[in-house]
């Protein structure tokens, strides 16, 4: 597998640090994501950079413990640690946070983020389909793009946004195009090299350069292969990993196995939505569309994301699922049982689920509970 490429993302972070300084130095605006429900296109019609926020590591949790409870979600503590804390620099640098109502401790815990950074919440309906609920979510859409006109200081036109969508799906196509290279046999990019990039990416603040760094490192990885032929091929699913909190994807490969694609938020779950940039309604209506469509475990029913995990398992031709669930996190760990029915039952798989959180106590445990996954997968080839 070639690197060259693939090792220019290492400092895409640091680099991109730089970039954000010069740029605020020279006026432009920062808005700061924590979810995939932020809508990017918006911030990027509003003439100011998007960039994703911190929250897959564990040093900050510590400082977010002084103010929540212990027994919450590791990804709301360490992203409130490093806003409280003052040691993520993209929320440094932010002159406006986005967040969203995905569950009840993000909500809560964004009341406390307020007192440090101006926050605007967006109103996530938790059904994902209805008139009321498109009306309702709509409603969200012209009121984000208000407060973004109001705080930035600018006007969002409609050509702007349109500019913006094209931008947006070049984006998640580029990425769809290096996650689906793994449909090979053998997989051409290892799991901890596909959380990495994917995490990476999103504190790029040039989104034509994501793509054509995307774009290269697709060129650079078709000929080439990572792991062994026969090694167990493993659909990861569940809560988002990022660089910090991706101990499960290398513990697969630690003991022998190859997360061959990842279906959570910060894997593939968004990167098929694609806007038709030949349909003429209004912008808004069209992401609100887009986004009411990603398979959160937020929605009920919930069927979109059973939907996607089993074309996933036959697309990347899987031996196996592994179900990650972040301790506390209600959604996901219900869901879980209907994941597990769709998994073994459905496709005839043999499914993992696993509870953690961003600590490395449990992970010699996690290590003996994944080593017998894959040994019982290795003796179904």
């Given at each position: ?55 897959t590591r564990q040093e900050p949790i510590a400082a977010a413990e002084t103010r929540l409870p212990a027994n919450l979600c ?308």
């Open positions: 597998m070639g690197t060259g490429v693939l090792e220019s993302f290492d400092s895409i972070r640091d680099r991109n640090l730089m970039i954000l300084k010069e740029a605020k130095e020279k006026g432009v605006k920062v808005v700061g994501i924590y979810c995939s429900y932020g809508p990017r296109e918006l911030v990027l019609a509003a003439g100011a950079i998007p960039v994703g926020l911190c929250g590791p990804l709301i503590k360490s992203s409130y640690g490093f806003a409280l804390s003052d040691t993520c620099p993209y929320f440094h640098f932010s002159d406006l946070v986005i967040g969203e109502t995905t569950c009840d401790g993000k909500k809560k815990m964004f009341e406390l983020l307020q007192e440090l950074k101006p926050v605007h919440v967006m109103h996530l309906p938790q059904f994902p389909t209805g008139e009321y609920v498109f009306e309702l979510w709509y409603r969200e859409m012209v009121r984000l793009k208000g407060k973004l006109e109001e705080v930035l200081d600018v006007e969002i036109t409609d050509t702007a946004l349109r500019e913006a969508i094209h931008v947006v799906n070049e984006c998640n196509r580029a990425l769809k195009r290096l996650f689906d290279l793994n449909r090979r046999k053998p997989p051409v990019i290892s799991g901890t090299d596909l959380v990495k990039v994917a995490w990476q990416i999103g504190f790029h603040s040039d989104r034509w350069e994501r793509v054509h760094m995307l774009e290269q490192l697709v060129s650079e990885l078709e000929e080439g292969e990572y792991g062994e032929l026969n090694a167990p091929r493993i659909l990861v699913t569940g809560t988002p990993i990022g660089v910090g909190s991706e101990k499960v994807v290398s513990l697969v490969e630690e003991c022998g196995g190859a997360v061959v694609a990842m279906e959570n938020c910060s894997g593939y779950k968004t990167v098929g939505l694609i806007i038709d940039e030949e349909d003429t309604r209004d912008p808004l209506m069209l992401l609100a569309e887009k986004y009411l469509r990603i398979p959160c475990s937020v929605m009920t029913p919930n069927h979109e994301r059973i939907r996607l995990i089993k074309d996933m398992a036959r697309d990347f031709q899987v031996d196996g699922v592994i179900d990650l669930t972040w301790q506390a996190c209600h959604t996901y760990n219900i869901e879980a049982y209907q994941v597990a029915q769709a998994v073994k039952e459905d496709l005839g798989l043999p499914y993992l689920h696993l509870e953690t959180d961003y600590s490395e106590s449990d992970r010699e445990s996690l290590r003996v509970r994944i080593d017998a996954f894959l040994e019982i997968v290795g003796n179904r080839k």
